[in-house]
Structures are given as C-alpha cells and as structure tokens.
C-alpha cells in the first residue's frame, strides 16, 4: 500500500507518500480500504518526535478513518465485507489500508460521505469522554470551552448543547461566527480580552472547564469555576508547568481531571464507542450535529494540511481524501 511517511521527525518537509507494508488483521480485528482520514493537532506532535505512539501502535500517523471494509477476521460477526465504516484508530490512519478492532467501528449513517465521517471519531469522542464521562453534564450548567474553534471544541459546543447546557468559548475573533452558529452564547478573543474578567462579569462563573491551554490558563480557570466545578485538561498548548493556590481548590471543592484518549485500554475505548454510537450518532443522521470542515483535500496536499494547522489557521477538521 501507499502512506505518507517521515523521511525523519521534524518540520512539514519530511512528509511524503510511499510504499509501506500492508497491516495485517488478527480474529477480531477489519482492514478497511481508507476513502478519508482525518488531522489532528496530535499529529503534529507526532511529526515533530514528541508524541510516539502507544506500543503496539503502527508508526504512521492518522487517529481516525473512514472507509469500506476489504476483509475481516474469523471472529468479526457484525460487520461485513463492504460496509462503510468509520473509526478510530491508535494510529496508521495516513494510509490507503488500515486495520481496526470491531468493536471500535461505527457504520456511516446512510445519507453521510466518507470525509465527512472521517471526521467524527477523534474529536467527539475526545468531547464525549470529556462532557458525558468526567463531567456527567447536564442541562443549564455553564460550560467554558477554550479553543472553541478547534476540531475538539466544535465537537464539544454541540455535545455541550445536546445536553441544554449554555456555552462560552475563547477563540481567535474570525472564528466565533462559527462558534455561535453551533450554539456557542459567549463569544471571547482571548488576544484582546481576559476570559476571566467577561465570565466573571456575564455569568459569575462556570460548572465545567474544558482546557487544552494549560499554564497560562490554570490559576484563571480555577478563579471562574463555581463551587464543586470541574476542570478537565485535554492539552498543554500553552505550556506545562503551574503553581497553584490550593485554597482556591478547596473552598470551591473543584475537581480536576487530566485526561487523554489513545493510551486507553482497548475495552474502554470500545465502552465509549458504544456509549456515543447509541445516544449520540444518531444526531448526525437528523441534522441537529455535524462535522465542522475547515478544508477538505487531496492526500497528497499533506504537506499544506500540517502548515495549515501549525498555523493555527484551521476551525474545525481538516480531511483528506484517498482516491
Ligand atoms: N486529551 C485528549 O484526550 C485529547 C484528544 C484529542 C485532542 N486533544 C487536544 O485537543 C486540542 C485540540 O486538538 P484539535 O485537533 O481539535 O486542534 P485544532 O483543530 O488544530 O485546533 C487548535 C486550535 O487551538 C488554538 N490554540 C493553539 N494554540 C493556542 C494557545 N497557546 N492558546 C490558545 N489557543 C490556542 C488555535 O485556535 P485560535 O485561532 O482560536 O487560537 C488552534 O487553531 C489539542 O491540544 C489536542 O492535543 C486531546
């Protein structure tokens, strides 16, 4: 088969599209012929050295898929040669063939193109885990989701307003229209107002932080989270290292959650399929969500892909097609 491949870990240029083996599938596991895969930020950390995969794991990049199924294991029963399928993967996604576990895939709803399903995986589960699972959400809490333009936080907005929770998002300005039209109420540019000082003005404060930010962020999330509030940090875009005033953690009984999503178990990652295919796919099939697409492109534009999102140009999903 063909992937993009690394001719060594570092910038955009070392990207290219090549000759690699085929996976080959265990019992329990489908090889999916790849119509579109979807970036995201995690591969840029990848390209870069600073993110391997878990082991096990193949080294191409790409964390979600959509496909049709080319072949299956002896013990795959409910799924057949020529479904069409998206899923996420612990890696290999950047390739004509992937092989996936069967009790991570999804069947694409009738009426939804392969690229568009290519783009679900990653990010609402990612927001699923996040809004469902940590934070048992629920209707009016106030949800304040930072880099409310990104794949994760649209995902978020929306599973955010299945719930009938209100939401706040910081994003550059040119992407709150974006925001707004999927439900987002309050709008901030973090370059030129303090999210703080307008959640503190508009609201009083907020029942769950979604974060992606990390340093700058931290001590400032902690002031706008209300009594028994929580903060789950997804990402570290801004930094690593923090002090914090423990009494501020205390007084308000604010829990905070570390979390990630391809280090998990296998039968977790299948639980929380399962979980989202039941009470939430769905919504993809009546309207009421979709996948956001910043740009949609060939695969062997890869190279413009990763500088797009490197530089921080994309809102929502960038996906790329495999003829
Ligand atoms: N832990 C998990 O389970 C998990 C799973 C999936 C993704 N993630 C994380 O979720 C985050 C979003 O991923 P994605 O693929 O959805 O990203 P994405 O679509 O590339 O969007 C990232 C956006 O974040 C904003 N941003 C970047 N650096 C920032 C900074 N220092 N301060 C404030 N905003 C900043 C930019 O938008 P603006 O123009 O608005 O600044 C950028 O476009 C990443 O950190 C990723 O690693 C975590």
Request: charged content about 20%.
């Amino acid at each position: 088969m063909q992937a993009v491949q690394l001719k060594s870990f570092g910038t955009t240029d070392q990207l290219y599209i090549g000759e690699y083996p085929d996976p080959s599938i265990s019992d329990r596991e489908v090889l999916i012929k790849v119509k579109a895969f979807a970036l995201n930020r995690a591969d840029l950390l990848q390209r870069q050295g600073k993110y391997p995969p878990p082991p096990g794991e193949s080294e191409i990049l790409g964390l979600e898929v959509a496909g049709e199924i080319i072949a299956i294991g002896e013990k795959v029963t409910n799924y057949h040669i020529g479904d069409r399928v998206f899923t996420l993967v612990g890696g290999g996604g950047y390739a004509q063939l992937v092989k996936s576990q069967e009790n991570m895939l999804m069947h694409i709803p009738q009426q939804m193109a392969y690229h568009e399903a290519a783009g679900i995986a990653e990010t609402f589960l990612t927001a699923w885990q996040t809004l469902v699972w940590h934070s048992r959400i629920k209707k009016d809490d106030k949800v304040l989701i930072h880099a409310g333009a990104s794949g994760v936080g649209i995902a978020a907005i929306q599973i955010a307003k299945f719930f009938g929770a209100r939401i706040a998002i910081s994003a550059s300005a040119g992407k709150h229209a974006v925001c707004r039209s999927y439900g987002a109420e309050i709008c901030i540019d973090y370059r030129k107002e303090s999210f703080e000082e307008v959640i503190k003005r508009e609201w009083g404060g907020v029942d769950i932080v979604v974060d992606f930010i990390g340093e700058p962020y931290f001590n400032k999330n902690l002031n706008v989270l209300s009594v028994d509030g929580k903060m789950i940090i997804l990402g570290l875009m801004g930094g690593i290292m923090s002090e914090i005033n423990l009494i501020r953690l205390l007084s308000k009984r604010i829990t905070i959650i570390g979390s990630t999503l391809r280090s998990r178990t296998e039968e977790y990652k299948a639980q929380l399929t399962a979980d989202f295919k039941t009470n939430f796919l769905p919504s993809f099939t009546t309207g009421k969500s979709k996948v956001h697409i910043d740009s949609l492109l060939p695969w062997s534009a890869i190279k413009t892909a990763h500088d797009r999102m490197e530089a921080n140009l994309n809102t929502g999903k960038i996906i790329m097609t495999i003829d």
